[in-house]
C-alpha cells in the first residue's frame, strides 16, 4: 500500500470535541473545575469581603474559573511550583510570572478554552522573602470578546487517555500585574505595605484539593456500581455454553467465574459510597470548625482523605477493568461504555495527589501514632485510629461459629493494620539507629508504609460498612444487603491473606473457611443481582451503554448502533478505490504475468 488511509479530518474531531465538550456528560464538562474547586476554594479562602465579591458572581455563573496550580514542571512538589507571585508595595499588586517553560502551568481542567478566571497557586514573594505557595484569584480572559489579556498565553494540551471534552489547558504569565486583593487572603495576608501575615496552619490553603479527594470517593463508588450495572445486565442476557449438556446455553451470569469477577466490585461500590458519605461528612464538618477558629481534625481528615482517595482509585480501576473483561468482545465496544467509564475513573488515580504520594500522606499519620504508642501513650479517642492502641485476639477468629456483626473479621483487619504500622515503625527507627538519616530511611521503608496505609483504610471501610449496614431497619434491603457485606469482607481476606497468614495469625484453614464464605455469598446474591442493579435506577443515559440497558434489548441496539457509525455512511468508502482497490487491482495484475 502506498500511503496509508488519511487520518480523521483533524476539523471533524475538534468538531466532534466541542460538540461533546458542551453535553455536560459523565466524561466533564465545561463547568467542572469551576464547581468542583474554584468555588470551594473562595469558600475556604476568601476572606469576608473577598467573598462578597466573587461568591454570588461564581455561584450565579458569571464567569468560569478553573484552578491552575500543576506546572509543566511540578505536580506532586508544591514546594517546587516555579510560578512566582512578586509583591510590589509602590502599586499595591501582585506580578505573576512564569520564569521557565517547566513553571507553564499545565493539566487545569477547563483552562485551555472555557475558563476567564482561576484560582492560580504562586510561590508568593514579597520584602525580599519567598513564603511557599499561595492561591491567587486571576482573570485570564477579557469577559466579553474571552481573548486572553495581555501577558496570558493560554490554550489546550492536547488529546489525552480520556475526558476529551474537558479542555484541560496551559498557561504562562508575562510578568502579569493583579491587585494586591487578588490574593486570598482568608488565611495568611500581605498587607498594603508588604508585610506577610501567616496563617493560622500552613496547609489551610490546600483545602480545595482535600475537597476533591473526598469527593472522589463517592465518584469511585458511582464508577463501580455503573460499570458493575452494565456487567450484571449484560451477564443476565448473555447466553454461552452450557453448564449442563444438552440442557441449554447458560446466562453467562450463572458461572461461578463470573459472580465472582463481578460481584466484588458491586460490594466495594457500595462499601466506598459509604465511606464516600463519612468523608464528606468530616470534610464539611472540619470546614465548619476551622470557620470556628478549631483546626484540630485538619490531620486526621488529610490523613482518611489521602488514604480512601489511594485505595478507592485503585481498586475502582481494577473493577472497571473486571468488569468490561467479564463481558468479552462487546466489552470492547464503545457501544459497552467501559472505554469511557474506564478512561474517565482511572484519571482519579493520578489527579489530586498521586496514588503513591497519598498512600504515603497518611503512613506519615500512622507513624506518628506508632511512635505514640511505642512511648506507651494512651489512645486520644479518636475512633478512626484508637484500634492501633489495642491489643487484639492472638489468634485469628474468623471462623468462630457465630461472629457477631463480622467482629472477628474486623479484628483480622485491625490486627494486620496494627502489625503493618508497629513493624514498619520499628523498621524506620532500627535504620536510623543504624546511621541513615530519617529522610533516607522513610525511602528505604516506603513500599511497607504504603501497605500500612492500605491495611488501615481496608479497616476503616470494613467497619464503616458493618457499622453503615447493621443500621438498616427494613428487614428485607438489610437481607440483601447483608450478602454483599459478607461477600465483601471475606473478599478481602483473601485479598491480604499474604499479611494475614505471614505471621500465623491465620491459618490455611481460616483462609479456605474464608473463600467458603466467599461461595456462600455469591450464590445468594445470584437470584438478586439484576435487582439489587435495577433499584440504583441509573438511567440508560447515563450507563452510556447498549450492553446494560435497562429493557435488555442489546442485541438489536448494538445493530443500530454499529450502523450509525460514520464509517456506515456509505457501502463503499472514497479510500478504498484509492488505496486497497488499486492495490488488490495493481496485485491480480502482477499475478497474470
Ligand atoms: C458523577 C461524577 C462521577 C465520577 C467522577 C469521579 C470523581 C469525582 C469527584 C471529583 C472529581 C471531579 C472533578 C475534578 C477533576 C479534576 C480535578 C483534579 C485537580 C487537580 O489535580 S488539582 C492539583 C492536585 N495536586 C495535588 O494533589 C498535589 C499533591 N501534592 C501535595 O498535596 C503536597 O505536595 C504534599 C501533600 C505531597 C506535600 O505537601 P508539602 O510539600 O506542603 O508537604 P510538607 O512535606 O512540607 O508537609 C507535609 C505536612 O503537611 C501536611 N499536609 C500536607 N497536605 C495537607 C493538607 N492538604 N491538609 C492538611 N495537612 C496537609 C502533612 O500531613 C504533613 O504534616 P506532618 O505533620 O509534617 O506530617
Ligand atoms: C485528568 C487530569 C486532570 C487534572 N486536573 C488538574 C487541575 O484541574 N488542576 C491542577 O492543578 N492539576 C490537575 N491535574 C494534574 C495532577 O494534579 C497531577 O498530574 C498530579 O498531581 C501528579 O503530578 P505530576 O503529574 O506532576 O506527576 P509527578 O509529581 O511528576 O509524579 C510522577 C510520578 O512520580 C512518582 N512520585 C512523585 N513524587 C513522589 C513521591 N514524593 N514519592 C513517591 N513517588 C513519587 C509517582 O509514581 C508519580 O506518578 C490533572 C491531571 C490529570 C491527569
Request: with cysteine; net charge positive; hydrophobic share 35%.
Amino acid at each position: 500500500m502506498e500511503h496509508a488511509p488519511k487520518a480523521i479530518d483533524v476539523t471533524n474531531d475538534v468538531e466532534m470535541r466541542t460538540f461533546n465538550f458542551f453535553t455536560m456528560g459523565i466524561d466533564g464538562h465545561p463547568l467542572g473545575l469551576h464547581l468542583d474547586m474554584a468555588i470551594p476554594t473562595i469558600l475556604n479562602n476568601a476572606d469576608e469581603e473577598q467573598q462578597k465579591d466573587w461568591l454570588p458572581k461564581a455561584a450565579n455563573r458569571e464567569f468560569i474559573a478553573t484552578y491552575a496550580q500543576t506546572e509543566m514542571g511540578h505536580g506532586t512538589n508544591l514546594k517546587k511550583l516555579e510560578t512566582t507571585a512578586t509583591y510590589d508595595p509602590k502599586t499595591q499588586e501582585f506580578v505573576l510570572n512564569s520564569p521557565t517553560i517547566t513553571s507553564t502551568k499545565w493539566w487545569p481542567g477547563n483552562l485551555g478554552k472555557s475558563s476567564n478566571y482561576a484560582v492560580v497557586m504562586a510561590q508568593l514573594y514579597t520584602q525580599g522573602k519567598c513564603h511557599g505557595a499561595h492561591p491567587f484569584f486571576v482573570q485570564l480572559r477579557d469577559l466579553n470578546t474571552h481573548k486572553p489579556l495581555k501577558g496570558i498565553t493560554v490554550g489546550d494540551i492536547g488529546p489525552k487517555f480520556g475526558m476529551n471534552t474537558v479542555d484541560n489547558g496551559f498557561l504562562q504569565f508575562d510578568h502579569v500585574r493583579t491587585p494586591r486583593r487578588s490574593m486570598f487572603m482568608k488565611h495568611a495576608k500581605v498587607l498594603p505595605d508588604g508585610r506577610y501575615v501567616p496563617p493560622v496552619h500552613d496547609k489551610l490553603n490546600y483545602s480545595a484539593m482535600v475537597f476533591i479527594r473526598a469527593a472522589i470517593v463517592s465518584g469511585m463508588a458511582y464508577h463501580l456500581l455503573v460499570t458493575s450495572t452494565i456487567a450484571v445486565r449484560y451477564s443476565a442476557i448473555r447466553r454461552q455454553g452450557e453448564i449442563t449438556p444438552g440442557a441449554g446455553e447458560v446466562k453467562v451470569l450463572d458461572y461461578q467465574t463470573q459472580q465472582h469477577r463481578i460481584f466484588p466490585q458491586l460490594a466495594r461500590g457500595l462499601a466506598f459510597r459509604l465511606s464516600g458519605q463519612y468523608i464528606m461528612k468530616l470534610y464539611t464538618q472540619t470546614m465548619d470548625d476551622i470557620r470556628n477558629g478549631d483546626i484540630s481534625a485538619v490531620p486526621d481528615l488529610h490523613a482518611l482523605s489521602c488514604g480512601l482517595k489511594a485505595v478507592t482509585t485503585h481498586h475502582a480501576a481494577l473493577g472497571l477493568e473486571q468488569c468490561r473483561m467479564a463481558c468479552g468482545g462487546h466489552g470492547y465496544s464503545q457501544a459497552s461504555g467501559f472505554p469511557l467509564h474506564y478512561s474517565v475513573a482511572v484519571g482519579a488515580c493520578t489527579y489530586e495527589g498521586e496514588n503513591m504520594v497519598m498512600l504515603l500522606q497518611t503512613a506519615r499519620h500512622l507513624m506518628k501514632i506508632a511512635k505514640a504508642i511505642r512511648a506507651g501513650q494512651s489512645p486520644k479517642s479518636n475512633k478512626i485510629v484508637d484500634y492501633l492502641f489495642h491489643k487484639g485476639p492472638p489468634k485469628c477468629l474468623i471462623d468462630q461459629a457465630y461472629d457477631t456483626n463480622y467482629r472477628n473479621v474486623l479484628e483480622s483487619f485491625e490486627h494486620l493494620a496494627r502489625r503493618q504500622t508497629l513493624e514498619v515503625y520499628d523498621k524506620l527507627v532500627q535504620l536510623q539507629q543504624q546511621g541513615r538519616n530519617y529522610e533516607q530511611a522513610w525511602n528505604d521503608c516506603a513500599v511497607e508504609l504504603c501497605k500500612a496505609t492500605r491495611a488501615h483504610v481496608r479497616t476503616f471501610l470494613a467497619r464503616t460498612f458493618v457499622e453503615e449496614i447493621d443500621k438498616i431497619s427494613d428487614l428485607s434491603i438489610k437481607s440483601v444487603l447483608q450478602d454483599l457485606l459478607q461477600l465483601y469482607l471475606y473478599y478481602e481476606v483473601t485479598e491480604c491473606a499474604t499479611g494475614l497468614l505471614e505471621d500465623g495469625f491465620m491459618t490455611g484453614q481460616q483462609h479456605k473457611y474464608a473463600k467458603k464464605k466467599i461461595y456462600e455469598a455469591l450464590e445468594k446474591i445470584r437470584p438478586n443481582a439484576v435487582s439489587i442493579v435495577d433499584s440504583f435506577d441509573f438511567q440508560d443515559r447515563e450507563l452510556h451503554s447498549v450492553l446494560g440497558r435497562r429493557d435488555g434489548n442489546v442485541y438489536e441496539n448494538l445493530l443500530k448502533w454499529a450502523q450509525s457509525s460514520p464509517l456506515n455512511k456509505t457501502d463503499v468508502l472514497p479510500f478504498h478505490h484509492k488505496y486497497l482497490g488499486k492495490m488488490m487491482e495493481e496485485a491480480r495484475q502482477r499475478s497474470k504475468i
